[in-house]
T-cell receptor
């Protein structure tokens, strides 16, 4: 089964906050990542969090990490139509494997 | 400019033919990865390499082969043994440090007819 799990779809209205959730299984992961994918393109790193942190804020992005539950979330404040994309969480597991979730398709409606 | 380049962007092949996808990076990264992306299945790891002349199988290596003769290059061959090769293929590279950003190419969409 998947090591990293995400819900597949999220739809929000422009200006609302979006929260994308992720669960992971490797408790030894030291860094966890959020990537964004525009249609037909590769992935770009949005932000990351070190495993000894609970929260990281970067402009409109807030990452929350619950290490006990192995739960990671990405909150996007004041979501814009340009935020519509697929968002992937990822973890580095043993042997430098970079493992991704299934991706969450975020749709922002005007 | 430094970056990671995949070519071609679109590739069409007949069933039963082998095809090789190119991935080149000039970022001086040690680690390189190949992923396959299918709708609703996210990114699945095919092969990865942490150093020249060494590579490891990922989760779905069957029907694929790779080589890492140079640090800059990590080509992926999709063989005729791959049952369902039509997909979007993404190559990535990263430094071999604990906190490392992976840089992705723009992808190759392979269609087998």
């Amino acid at each position: 089964g998947e090591d990293v799990e995400q819900s597949l779809f999220l739809s929000v209205r422009e200006g609302d906050s979006s929260v994308i959730n992720c669960t992971y299984t490797d408790s030894s992961s030291t860094y966890l990542y959020w990537y964004k994918q525009e249609p037909g393109a590769g992935l770009q790193l949005l932000t990351y969090i070190f495993s000894n942190m609970d929260m990281k804020q970067d402009q409109r992005l807030t990452v929350l990490l619950n290490k006990k539950d192995k739960h990671l979330s990405l909150r996007i404040a004041d979501t814009q139509t340009g935020d519509s994309a697929i968002y992937f969480c990822a973890e580095i597991t043993s042997g430098s494997r970079l493992t991704f979730g299934e991706g969450t398709q975020l749709t922002v409606n005007p | 400019d430094g970056g990671i380049t995949q070519s071609p962007k679109y590739l069409f092949r007949k069933e039963g033919q082998n095809v090789t996808l190119s991935c080149e990076q000039n970022l001086n990264h040690d680690a390189m990865y190949w992923y396959r992306q299918d709708p609703g299945q996210g990114l699945r790891l095919i092969y990865y390499s942490q150093i020249v002349n060494d590579f490891q199988k990922g989760d779905i290596a069957e029907g694929y082969s790779v080589s890492r003769e140079k640090k800059e290059s990590f080509p992926l061959t999709v063989t005729s043994a791959q049952k369902n090769p039509t997909a979007f293929y993404l190559c990535a590279s990263s430094k071999q440090t604990e906190n490392t950003e992976a840089f992705f190419g723009q992808g190759t969409r392979l269609t087998v007819v």
